[in-house]
């Protein structure tokens, strides 16, 4: 996995910046009813996204929590006193204070089954009966734009998917959270190049291709060989499902 804390000094740039927080953003708030006051974003990373949030709803507290220390401090600045260091598995809120909770690219992180249906659980525990929790559900299914990059990798080994948008929606029945609607949008300037992709692989973005495996090698020398090394291939869809307690 990613070490973020090293992570967050390019982790805007190397993820589409504004043009992708903004795509995100809207699509989000398109799920999250207009009398919503209080909105939480589970794992705000930088904040680049959660601040838009706040400007496009006047009167809406949004609180951020991120659990790693580099991310958390890039988004202070974007939501001054509203950011805070913590787990998702654990939040640090009483039953019911939130009319919106938000989890935006972190599911798919979580290490198992049992970190998803845990932090499910959570997001549905610290919403008010009414609420409406929005998530984003299979992440790596996203990247896969039928591109001649994707046909290289089509091979790797693979991690089994944490977070299928059926799985999720098990987990949610489970803790009283019932399906009201479904978004995409399109990861703007996330689109890899075949130079990006080796580049990425250096760097241990492929969890099953650690840095300096023989296998991870012998992918790279195949993607160095694709045409139009620096030409973007389409940038991927992700996927938003909302879900109401009670």
Same mark, same amino acid.
């Given at each position: 996995m990613l070490d973020y804390d090293k992570e967050a000094v390019e982790y805007d740039a190397l993820r589409g910046g504004e043009p992708r927080a903004e795509a995100a953003a809207e699509a989000v708030l398109g799920l999250v009813p207009e009398d919503t006051r209080t909105l939480l974003d589970v794992a705000c990373g930088t904040g680049i996204v959660t601040r838009r949030y706040v400007a496009a709803r006047e009167g809406m507290r949004v609180t951020g929590i991120d659990r790693t220390y580099?991310?958390?401090s890039r988004a202070v600045p974007r939501l001054p006193g509203a950011v805070l260091l913590a787990e998702a598995r654990q939040?640090?809120?009483p039953n019911g204070e939130f009319d919106a909770v938000t989890s935006v690219w972190l599911l798919h992180l979580l290490g198992g089954p049992e970190g998803v249906r845990t932090v499910v659980g959570e997001c549905a525990r610290v919403l008010r009966p009414g609420g409406v929790y929005v998530t984003t559900v299979d992440k790596a299914a996203a990247h896969n +734009?039928?591109?001649d990059i994707d046909a290289v990798l089509a091979p790797r080994p693979r991690l089994p998917a944490l977070d299928t948008a059926?799985? +999720?929606?098990?987990?949610?029945e489970e803790h009283g959270l019932r399906p009201v609607g479904q978004a995409r949008f399109p990861g703007r300037g996330q689109g890899r190049s075949p130079r990006r992709t080796v580049a990425d692989l250096r760097r241990g973005w492929f969890m099953t291709l650690p840095p300096g495996d023989p296998l991870a090698d012998d992918f790279a020398v195949r993607l160095a060989a694709l045409p139009d090394q620096d030409r973007p291939r389409p940038d991927p869809e992700f996927t938003l499902r909302a879900f109401r307690k009670g």
């Open positions: 580099a991310m958390a939040l640090p809120f +734009v039928g591109s059926a799985a +999720v929606e098990a987990y949610a």
